[in-house]
């Protein structure tokens, strides 16, 4: 049972390039999210699926788009990337019970580190 | 708008206690608190609900406030491995989904 994982790791870009981080959940869990962390800042909603099929925005959507594969998978890709999307990126899942009121424990993946040169 | 955090920092003694507050200026129906070790994955501490229910997680407390749309989180008896940076994440009753809102963090290091 690894939780949740993603890749890559470490990633370095020049201003322009795309790319799409990974991420995958083996805890059959309905909901996934995206989050980015600036050095000494909190976490940032970027995108989340309540359920596979389904995407919405976030606090900072711009530059990103996301796709929900299937249930287990939730990528994130940067089209055009600029150096100010320099960060830590998280993806979280939860399992999201239907029919209460809050959300359930998110579950963190190690994070990707992205530079943009 | 995210919930404000304070103190930003605290450095603390083996043993001694500490109070990290989270206050929103929405109405507020639970308020969740995550640790991140340094280079880690944020990790779950606890969920507390409208209606003043307090959870506990080893000797760390927390309540909620709803009137002032605020929680706090105990630290008692501090140890090593508390060290580390706490979050606070809100929903308000406006909020559309299962999202959280993170504050800005506060930064413990325990040092024996």
């Known amino acids: 049972n690894a939780g949740v994982t993603q890749t890559p790791k470490f990633q370095v870009l020049k201003t322009g390039q795309s790319m799409t981080l990974q991420c995958a959940q083996d805890m059959n869990h309905n909901s996934m999210y995206w989050y980015r962390q600036d050095p000494g800042m909190g976490l940032r909603l970027i995108y989340y699926?309540?359920?596979?099929?389904?995407?919405d925005k976030g606090e900072v959507p711009n530059g990103y788009n996301v796709s929900r594969l299937n249930k287990r998978e939730f990528s994130l890709r940067l089209e055009s990337a600029a150096p100010s999307q320099t960060s830590v990126y998280f993806c979280?899942?939860?399992?999201?019970?239907?029919?209460?009121?809050?959300?359930?424990?998110?579950?963190f993946g190690p994070g990707t580190r992205l530079t943009v040169l | 708008q995210q919930p404000v955090q304070s103190p930003q920092a605290v450095i603390l003694r083996e043993g001694e206690d500490a109070v990290i507050n989270c206050s929103s200026s929405k109405a507020l129906y639970s308020v969740h608190w995550y640790r991140q070790k340094h280079g880690e994955a944020p990790v779950f501490l606890m969920i507390?609900?409208?209606?003043?229910e307090q959870k506990g997680h080893e000797k760390i407390s927390a309540s909620f406030n709803e009137k002032k749309q605020q929680s706090s989180l105990y630290l008692t008896a501090s140890q090593l491995s508390y060290s580390g940076t706490y979050f606070c994440?809100?929903?308000?009753?406006?909020?559309?989904?299962?999202?959280?809102?993170f504050g800005g963090g506060t930064r413990v290091l325990v040092k024996p």
């Open positions: 994440g809100t929903v308000d009753f406006k909020a559309a989904g299962n999202k959280l809102t």
């Open positions: 507390l609900l409208k209606g003043g």
């Open positions: 699926s309540a359920s596979e099929g389904t995407t």
């Open positions: 979280a899942s939860s399992e999201e019970t239907s029919g209460r009121a809050f959300p359930d424990t998110q579950y």
